[in-house]
C-alpha cells in the first residue's frame, strides 16, 4: 500500500477513523483489519488530533461532517501541526458537490470518498 507519511514517525500498520456514525466506523474498521491494519477509531475531529499525535498513524480516514471538531477543520490542523503536516488525510462525506470537494482539498485532504461507499471502493482508495 502506497501512502504518504513522514519517514519514521508513524506506526507502519496504523490507521485512525474519525467517524461519528457508529454503523459507518464499524465498516471501515472491519474493511481497514482485514487489510491487516491496525485501527484506532474514534467519534469526532478533537479525538481524531489526539489519536494521531498519540498513534502516529500512516493514513486518517476523516468523516467531513462531526461533532465538536468538524473534519474541515481537523485536517486543517493536521496541515499546521509540524509532526502531523504529512500525514495522509482521506475525507469521507455524504456529500458530492463540487464545492464540497473543493473546500475538502483546500483543507489540505489528499484524497475524497464519498457515502455511501463499500468495502471495494475504499480498498481500492487506499491501494493507491
Known amino acids: 500500500m502506497k501512502?504518504?507519511?513522514?519517514?519514521?514517525?508513524h506506526e507502519p500498520g496504523t490507521v485512525v477513523v474519525a467517524e461519528?456514525?457508529?454503523d459507518?466506523?464499524?465498516l471501515v474498521q472491519l474493511v481497514l483489519e482485514g487489510l491487516d491494519l491496525d485501527v484506532v477509531a474514534v467519534g469526532n475531529g478533537a479525538d481524531a488530533l489526539e489519536a494521531c499525535r498519540e498513534h502516529r498513524p500512516r493514513l486518517l480516514l476523516l468523516d467531513v461532517t462531526m461533532p465538536v471538531m468538524d473534519g474541515l477543520e481537523t485536517c486543517r490542523r493536521v496541515r499546521a501541526d509540524?509532526?502531523?503536516k504529512d500525514l495522509r488525510v482521506i475525507l469521507m462525506t455524504g456529500r458530492a458537490?463540487?464545492?464540497d470537494f473543493e473546500a475538502g482539498m483546500?483543507?489540505?485532504a489528499d484524497s475524497y470518498i464519498?457515502?455511501?461507499f463499500g468495502p471495494i471502493e475504499l480498498r481500492e482508495l487506499l491501494e493507491h
Open 3 to 9: 501512502v504518504r507519511t513522514a519517514v519514521g514517525t
Open 20 to 22: 461519528d456514525d457508529v
Open 24 to 26: 459507518i466506523r464499524d
Open 82 to 84: 509540524p509532526e502531523l
Open 97 to 99: 458537490l463540487r464545492r
Open 106 to 108: 483546500d483543507a489540505g
Open 114 to 116: 464519498v457515502k455511501p
